[in-house]
């Protein structure tokens, strides 16, 4: 049963028993192995000494091919459209922003499959659910599923019913990362309490800001920065402004059309570096210019992968696309932070994409677990 049923007596012994640190051993792939022979842009080779003062970002291979024109035309019309803004995650208002921002999340199940996992390891978060979702539904007429929210561990002297709430499956979504990252960053079995503050955050790719939202909401992080394209930045600003988020005074954008002139030297330094879903799908000069002006700046960093089925050693498979495979960029991670580490996918089923995480205490996300056949740490399921 989950923990938060137990009664009284157990919840002591729980507790207890979850207090004792377990030592967790994190895979590691060795970096003498045949990935010295990919031939890659690392920072070592294209930063100072090689790495092109200006880069095009009207050039095709900078953005990555999900940044169509009619993706970037639509987002124009709801930050120049107050009507449109006010539906923006509708798919009969703009239908192919839908797909790409929402639309996924409704298949299968996987969101519900976040829910069940938050329900077991983080009830605290679900909490939140009600007062999230309705933030999230005051703006952009987003499609909803009804959520079943756990029950307290105690509420006055008894224990009260499960809940439901409607919500958009992004809100869900947004909860779940935040577990991750917490897991990855403050592993403790209690709520990170905080973990995150006076921090400094990078995230590549923001999305509509839904994911600085939510960490700002349970974290008083010192500054958040988005690095995404410009007009999207303009929509993550509306949005943000338009909930009331947290995160609207410590906002940073940074355009993608301004990252190519920008001097590294310059640049600040940040204590987290996050891309969920998108430095993956990112063309090779684009991951360049957001290693060298981001990643390398970063103390410590998470990135979700997707487009990670070529674990060839030489991304032959990838090589078409114009992008590095999975290895390629976690090599390229670890030249600059040698705690990096490539892990199999997160617990609990919801994403099927390997992770590459530096700087934490990487592995301590819930418990020990074993490795598949191919060295990677097996999923919780």
């Not at 992770?355 to 060295?375: C, Q, T, Y």
Request: proline share 7%; aromatic share 10%.
């Amino acid at each position: 049963m989950p923990f938060y049923a137990c009664p009284p007596a157990c919840l002591v012994i729980l507790l207890l028993v979850l207090s004792v640190a377990v030592p967790v051993t994190a895979t590691t792939i060795d970096p003498d192995l045949d990935l010295d022979a990919i031939v890659i842009n690392s920072v070592e080779t294209s930063g100072a000494q090689g790495f092109p003062n200006v880069i095009d970002p009207a050039d095709p291979l900078f953005n990555a091919p999900m940044y169509t024109k009619s993706y970037k035309d639509e987002i124009a019309l709801a930050v120049a459209d107050p009507a449109v803004f006010a539906h923006f995650k509708s798919k009969d208002v703009l239908p192919t922003t839908h797909i790409i921002l929402f639309d996924w999340y409704l298949h299968g199940g996987i969101m519900h499959k976040a829910n069940q996992c938050l329900s077991y390891y983080a009830p605290w978060l679900l909490d939140h659910l009600p007062a999230l979702a309705a933030q999230d539904l005051a703006v952009g007429s987003p499609a909803v599923n009804t959520f079943p929210i756990p029950s307290p561990l105690i509420t006055g002297l008894g224990l009260s019913k499960d809940t439901a709430v409607n919500a958009s499956p992004n809100v869900v979504k947004y909860l779940y990362e935040l577990l991750l990252i917490e897991r990855a960053f403050a592993p403790t079995i209690a709520p990170a309490m905080n973990a995150f503050r006076g921090m400094r955050i990078v995230e590549i790719g923001g999305g509509y800001g839904g994911f600085a939202h939510t960490i700002a909401t349970f974290h008083n992080v010192q500054s958040y920065t988005i690095v995404d394209i410009d007009v999207v930045n303009s929509l993550q600003k509306l949005y943000l402004a338009a909930i009331k988020s947290p995160a609207a005074e410590k906002m940073e954008y940074i355009g993608t059309t301004s990252v190519p002139g920008r001097d590294a030297t310059a640049d600040p330094k940040y204590d987290l570096f996050l891309s969920f879903f998108s430095i993956s799908e990112q063309r090779t000069i684009a991951v360049d210019a957001y290693a060298r002006h981001f990643m390398a700046r970063s103390t410590r960093g998470y990135l979700q992968l997707n487009y990670d089925e070529d674990i060839s050693v030489d991304g032959s498979v990838t090589a078409s696309t114009g992008r590095y495979n999975v290895l390629q960029l976690f090599r390229l991670v670890l030249t600059m932070h040698p705690t990096a580490r490539l892990l199999g996918p997160a617990p609990c089923g919801v994403y099927e994409h390997v992770r590459i995480v530096w700087g934490g205490a990487v592995g301590g996300e819930f418990m020990p677990r074993a490795l598949d056949s191919e060295g990677r740490e097996a999923s919780w399921r």
